[in-house]
Protein backbone atom coordinates (compact mmCIF):
# COMPACT_ATOMS: atom_id res chain seq x y z
CA UNK A 1 0.00 0.00 0.00
CA UNK A 2 1.48 2.81 -0.82
CA UNK A 3 1.48 6.43 1.68
CA UNK A 4 -0.53 9.40 0.18
CA UNK A 5 2.09 12.64 -0.31
CA UNK A 6 1.46 16.19 -0.43
CA UNK A 7 4.69 17.87 -1.42
CA UNK A 8 5.01 21.27 -1.55
CA UNK A 9 7.47 23.28 -3.51
CA UNK A 10 7.83 26.93 -1.90
CA UNK A 11 9.97 27.36 -5.15
CA UNK A 12 11.50 30.89 -4.70
CA UNK A 13 8.94 32.54 -2.26
CA UNK A 14 8.51 33.37 1.57
CA UNK A 15 11.15 34.92 3.75
CA UNK A 16 12.62 32.89 6.26
CA UNK A 17 10.10 34.27 8.86
CA UNK A 18 6.66 33.74 6.79
CA UNK A 19 8.19 29.93 6.39
CA UNK A 20 8.93 29.15 9.65
CA UNK A 21 5.45 30.41 10.34
CA UNK A 22 4.39 28.30 7.87
CA UNK A 23 5.89 25.16 8.37
CA UNK A 24 5.47 25.24 12.48
CA UNK A 25 1.96 25.80 11.84
CA UNK A 26 1.37 22.60 9.55
CA UNK A 27 3.63 20.43 12.35
CA UNK A 28 0.64 20.64 14.54
CA UNK A 29 -2.01 19.08 11.62
CA UNK A 30 -1.29 16.41 13.52
CA UNK A 31 -1.80 14.07 10.38
CA UNK A 32 -0.84 10.04 10.66
CA UNK A 33 2.37 10.25 9.33
CA UNK A 34 2.06 6.36 8.25
CA UNK A 35 -0.90 6.68 5.81
CA UNK A 36 0.23 10.51 4.65
CA UNK A 37 3.60 12.14 4.03
CA UNK A 38 3.88 15.81 4.21
CA UNK A 39 7.06 17.18 2.62
CA UNK A 40 7.98 21.00 2.28
CA UNK A 41 10.69 21.79 -0.27
CA UNK A 42 11.80 25.66 1.15
CA UNK A 43 14.45 27.52 -0.94
CA UNK A 44 17.97 26.04 0.01
CA UNK A 45 19.44 28.33 2.64
CA UNK A 46 16.28 27.71 4.87
CA UNK A 47 17.18 23.94 5.13
CA UNK A 48 19.89 23.56 7.46
CA UNK A 49 17.90 26.03 9.90
CA UNK A 50 14.24 23.93 9.31
CA UNK A 51 15.90 20.91 8.27
CA UNK A 52 17.36 20.32 12.39
CA UNK A 53 13.97 20.13 13.53
CA UNK A 54 13.54 17.01 12.53
CA UNK A 55 9.76 16.70 12.98
CA UNK A 56 8.16 13.37 12.45
CA UNK A 57 5.31 14.93 10.83
CA UNK A 58 6.76 17.15 8.00
CA UNK A 59 9.85 16.30 6.07
CA UNK A 60 11.99 18.28 3.66
CA UNK A 61 13.13 18.18 -0.01
CA UNK A 62 15.45 20.26 -1.41
CA UNK A 63 14.66 21.61 -4.32
CA UNK A 64 17.62 20.86 -6.26
CA UNK A 65 21.23 19.06 -6.40
CA UNK A 66 24.06 19.39 -8.39
CA UNK A 67 25.15 16.42 -10.64
CA UNK A 68 28.78 16.37 -9.21
CA UNK A 69 29.58 15.61 -5.53
CA UNK A 70 31.98 18.52 -4.65
CA UNK A 71 34.05 20.86 -6.37
CA UNK A 72 34.20 24.44 -8.15
CA UNK A 73 30.96 25.10 -8.95
CA UNK A 74 30.04 28.49 -7.21
CA UNK A 75 26.26 28.47 -6.30
CA UNK A 76 25.43 25.12 -5.98
CA UNK A 77 25.20 22.67 -3.54
CA UNK A 78 25.42 19.28 -3.65
CA UNK A 79 23.22 15.90 -2.63
CA UNK A 80 26.06 14.51 0.12
CA UNK A 81 25.99 18.49 1.57
CA UNK A 82 22.00 17.90 1.79
CA UNK A 83 22.30 14.54 3.32
CA UNK A 84 25.06 16.06 6.04
CA UNK A 85 22.16 18.14 6.98
CA UNK A 86 19.64 15.23 7.57
CA UNK A 87 17.96 16.34 4.29
CA UNK A 88 16.06 12.99 2.86
CA UNK A 89 14.01 14.20 -0.51
CA UNK A 90 15.61 16.08 -3.11
CA UNK A 91 13.13 17.02 -6.31
CA UNK A 92 15.45 16.78 -9.44
CA UNK A 93 14.22 17.86 -13.30
CA UNK A 94 11.82 20.62 -12.21
CA UNK A 95 10.67 21.64 -15.47
CA UNK A 96 11.79 25.02 -14.05
CA UNK A 97 15.14 24.03 -13.82
CA UNK A 98 14.82 22.21 -17.05
CA UNK A 99 13.75 25.09 -18.99
CA UNK A 100 15.33 28.19 -17.48
CA UNK A 101 18.94 26.42 -16.31
CA UNK A 102 19.10 24.05 -19.47
CA UNK A 103 19.18 21.10 -17.73
CA UNK A 104 19.36 18.01 -19.44
CA UNK A 105 18.20 14.52 -18.77
CA UNK A 106 21.61 13.41 -18.71
CA UNK A 107 22.09 15.61 -15.79
CA UNK A 108 18.83 15.05 -14.24
CA UNK A 109 19.71 11.27 -14.65
CA UNK A 110 23.57 12.36 -12.40
CA UNK A 111 21.62 14.53 -9.84
CA UNK A 112 19.35 11.33 -9.45
CA UNK A 113 22.32 8.89 -9.42
CA UNK A 114 24.07 11.62 -6.43
CA UNK A 115 20.57 11.46 -4.61
CA UNK A 116 20.87 8.04 -4.40
CA UNK A 117 24.78 7.51 -3.80
CA UNK A 118 23.93 10.06 -0.26
CA UNK A 119 20.75 8.10 0.76
CA UNK A 120 18.12 10.59 -0.68
CA UNK A 121 14.70 9.73 -1.74
CA UNK A 122 14.35 12.01 -5.57
CA UNK A 123 11.49 13.53 -6.42
CA UNK A 124 12.07 13.15 -10.30
CA UNK A 125 10.21 15.30 -12.31
CA UNK A 126 8.64 14.91 -16.04
CA UNK A 127 6.00 16.32 -18.04
CA UNK A 128 5.28 18.17 -21.51
CA UNK A 129 5.20 21.20 -22.45
CA UNK A 130 1.38 22.33 -24.80
CA UNK A 131 3.22 21.92 -28.13
CA UNK A 132 4.26 18.55 -27.03
CA UNK A 133 0.78 17.37 -26.33
CA UNK A 134 -1.07 18.87 -28.59
CA UNK A 135 1.47 17.09 -31.44
CA UNK A 136 0.55 14.11 -29.80
CA UNK A 137 4.26 13.31 -28.35
CA UNK A 138 3.23 13.64 -24.60
CA UNK A 139 4.13 9.85 -23.81
CA UNK A 140 7.20 10.03 -25.70
CA UNK A 141 8.62 12.64 -24.12
CA UNK A 142 7.99 11.81 -20.66
CA UNK A 143 8.82 8.18 -21.63
CA UNK A 144 12.40 9.53 -22.76
CA UNK A 145 12.37 11.99 -19.51
CA UNK A 146 12.06 8.97 -16.95
CA UNK A 147 13.71 6.32 -19.34
CA UNK A 148 17.09 8.43 -19.40
CA UNK A 149 17.13 7.82 -15.37
CA UNK A 150 15.86 4.84 -14.67
CA UNK A 151 18.75 2.94 -17.44
CA UNK A 152 20.91 4.49 -14.99
CA UNK A 153 20.18 2.98 -11.43
CA UNK A 154 19.32 0.04 -10.00
CA UNK A 155 16.24 -2.00 -9.61
CA UNK A 156 16.19 -1.95 -5.83
CA UNK A 157 16.60 2.01 -6.02
CA UNK A 158 13.45 2.30 -8.21
CA UNK A 159 11.51 0.76 -5.69
CA UNK A 160 11.90 4.14 -3.82
CA UNK A 161 11.63 6.57 -6.29
CA UNK A 162 9.23 9.43 -6.57
CA UNK A 163 8.07 10.63 -9.94
CA UNK A 164 5.80 13.92 -10.48
CA UNK A 165 4.23 13.83 -13.80
CA UNK A 166 3.86 17.82 -13.99
CA UNK A 167 2.45 18.92 -17.23
CA UNK A 168 4.24 21.99 -17.89
CA UNK A 169 1.08 23.70 -19.51
CA UNK A 170 -0.38 22.85 -15.98
CA UNK A 171 1.88 24.65 -13.55
CA UNK A 172 1.15 27.78 -12.00
CA UNK A 173 -1.54 28.33 -14.70
CA UNK A 174 -4.71 27.92 -13.33
CA UNK A 175 -5.43 24.89 -15.58
CA UNK A 176 -4.91 21.52 -13.79
CA UNK A 177 -5.23 18.44 -16.13
CA UNK A 178 -8.17 16.60 -15.99
CA UNK A 179 -8.71 12.83 -13.92
CA UNK A 180 -8.65 11.56 -17.04
CA UNK A 181 -5.26 12.92 -18.33
CA UNK A 182 -3.36 12.54 -15.21
CA UNK A 183 -4.82 8.67 -14.93
CA UNK A 184 -4.06 8.22 -18.27
CA UNK A 185 -0.41 9.09 -17.85
CA UNK A 186 -0.06 8.39 -14.28
CA UNK A 187 -1.28 4.43 -15.72
CA UNK A 188 1.36 4.68 -18.25
CA UNK A 189 4.36 5.42 -16.42
CA UNK A 190 3.25 2.51 -14.02
CA UNK A 191 3.30 0.24 -17.36
CA UNK A 192 6.06 1.19 -18.90
CA UNK A 193 7.87 0.28 -15.50
CA UNK A 194 6.10 -3.16 -14.66
CA UNK A 195 7.00 -4.00 -18.26
CA UNK A 196 11.09 -2.91 -18.31
CA UNK A 197 11.30 -4.30 -14.91
CA UNK A 198 7.91 -6.36 -12.85
CA UNK A 199 4.68 -5.51 -11.67
CA UNK A 200 5.49 -5.65 -8.09
CA UNK A 201 8.56 -3.13 -8.61
CA UNK A 202 5.94 -0.94 -10.43
CA UNK A 203 3.79 -1.09 -7.77
CA UNK A 204 6.32 0.64 -5.17
CA UNK A 205 6.79 3.77 -7.00
CA UNK A 206 4.77 6.95 -6.00
CA UNK A 207 3.55 8.87 -9.33
CA UNK A 208 2.36 12.21 -7.82
CA UNK A 209 0.50 14.35 -9.75
CA UNK A 210 1.91 18.35 -10.48
CA UNK A 211 0.86 21.26 -12.11
CA UNK A 212 -1.90 24.00 -10.29
CA UNK A 213 -3.42 21.44 -7.39
CA UNK A 214 -5.67 23.44 -5.48
CA UNK A 215 -7.84 22.07 -2.06
CA UNK A 216 -11.04 21.87 -4.51
CA UNK A 217 -9.66 19.54 -7.07
CA UNK A 218 -6.44 17.52 -4.78
CA UNK A 219 -9.40 15.11 -3.33
CA UNK A 220 -10.31 14.20 -6.81
CA UNK A 221 -7.01 13.77 -8.41
CA UNK A 222 -5.65 11.95 -5.42
CA UNK A 223 -8.22 9.29 -5.38
CA UNK A 224 -7.51 8.19 -9.20
CA UNK A 225 -5.82 4.56 -9.11
CA UNK A 226 -1.88 5.35 -10.24
CA UNK A 227 -2.00 8.99 -8.68
CA UNK A 228 -0.13 8.69 -4.88
CA UNK A 229 -0.62 12.19 -4.17
CA UNK A 230 0.30 16.00 -5.40
CA UNK A 231 3.74 18.22 -5.95
CA UNK A 232 2.17 21.63 -5.14
CA UNK A 233 3.47 25.16 -5.93
CA UNK A 234 1.27 28.15 -5.12
CA UNK A 235 -1.46 26.27 -3.15
CA UNK A 236 1.62 25.14 -0.56
CA UNK A 237 2.17 28.84 -0.07
CA UNK A 238 -0.63 29.63 1.91
CA UNK A 239 -1.26 27.91 5.15
CA UNK A 240 -5.25 26.94 4.67
CA UNK A 241 -4.92 25.82 1.03
CA UNK A 242 -2.15 23.29 1.83
CA UNK A 243 -3.81 22.46 4.75
CA UNK A 244 -7.26 21.39 2.19
CA UNK A 245 -4.38 19.61 0.20
CA UNK A 246 -2.89 17.81 2.69
CA UNK A 247 -7.01 17.12 4.54
CA UNK A 248 -7.43 15.66 0.88
CA UNK A 249 -4.34 13.16 1.36
CA UNK A 250 -5.78 11.87 4.30
P1 LIG B 1 1.82 24.88 -9.21
O1 LIG B 1 3.34 24.34 -9.33
O2 LIG B 1 1.14 24.04 -8.17
O3 LIG B 1 1.97 26.32 -8.80
O4 LIG B 1 1.19 24.72 -10.56
C1 LIG B 1 3.62 22.96 -9.28
C2 LIG B 1 5.12 22.72 -9.41
O5 LIG B 1 5.78 23.43 -10.18
O6 LIG B 1 5.68 21.83 -8.74
Excluded at 1 to 26: P, S, V, Y
Excluded at 88 to 100: D, M
Excluded at 102 to 113: D, P, S
Excluded at 234 to 247: N, Q, R, V
Amino acid sequence: MRKTIAAGNWKMNLDFDEGRQLFHALTKLGHDDKATEVILAPPAPYLSLLGYTNTSSVHFAAQNCHHEDAGAYTGEWSARMLASLNIKHCIVGHSERRAQYGETNKQIAQKTQQCYAHGIRPILCCGETLAEREAGDHFNIVTEQINAVLKTIEAKQIRTLIIAYEPVWAIGTGVTASAAQAQEMHSFIRKSIASSYDRELAEQVHILYGGSVKPDNAKELFSLPDVDGGLVGGASLDYESFKGIIEAAI
